[in-house]
């Protein structure tokens, strides 16, 4: 039998996909502890891509003085996820990999995510505020990075195995689901087409 080397074996395309999703996240379990690393690049991904939500559906109030204070609250979010993204990318420099057991990774991760969730639910609310002003092409466009980004988050907290409280378990992103590239069973997406919807 001939060895295929893992290079080879990665150049098809489900295949690497499929490395791709484990390389994101790894879970191991050693006498009893429970360990979960993360690829630095993935989330730096997921926090970009809440900045590009937010400059896009914020750049579709502009010029709508009634939508200025949904704008407002979109560039609060903003603005503590990009302090957020900022400061974990500084802590992380060249490091390719991070334990989110770490106290101190656990805490920048957890803002990370916490300042997405501000962003999705300040464009939730700019889209549900927004009555009859925007046209139905553009609110249709910013539903569609609203649900990009409620993918990423969904897949965020899939790999860290956290939920959201509120969300009902039909909604929520297990690994199991995440390695397999499966879309979100509310959106419709799947990670790789969430990050391209968002420019990453």
């Excluded at 409280?165 to 990670?191: K, L, N, Q």
Aim: charge should be positive; proline fraction near 2%; charged fraction near 15%.
């Amino acid at each position: 039998m001939s060895k295929i080397s893992r290079r080879s074996l990665l150049r098809t395309s489900s295949l690497g996909l499929a490395a791709a999703l484990l390389a994101a996240c790894t879970v191991t379990t050693q006498n009893g502890v429970t360990t979960i690393t993360l690829d630095v690049a993935k989330i730096k991904n997921y926090g970009q891509a809440g900045l590009n939500a937010a400059a896009t559906v914020g750049s579709f109030l502009s010029g709508f003085p009634t939508l200025a204070p949904y704008a407002a609250a979109i560039e609060l979010a903003d603005t503590a996820l990009s302090g957020a993204l900022t400061a974990f990318s500084t802590a992380a420099g060249s490091t390719l990999v991070i334990t989110y057991n770490d106290a101190n990774w656990k805490t920048r991760i957890d803002s990370l995510l916490t300042d997405l969730n501000k962003v999705g639910d300040a464009i939730e609310g700019a889209i549900s505020g927004s009555g009859s002003v925007l046209s139905a092409k553009v609110l249709s466009e910013a539903k569609t990075y609203k649900n990009a980004l409620a993918t990423l988050i969904s897949v965020f907290q899939g790999l860290l195995g956290v939920s959201d409280a509120t969300a009902p378990a039909s909604s929520v992103m297990t690994r199991a689901m995440i390695r397999t590239g499966a879309p979100h069973p509310i959106t419709g997406m799947t990670e790789a087409q969430a990050l391209k919807v968002l420019g990453v």
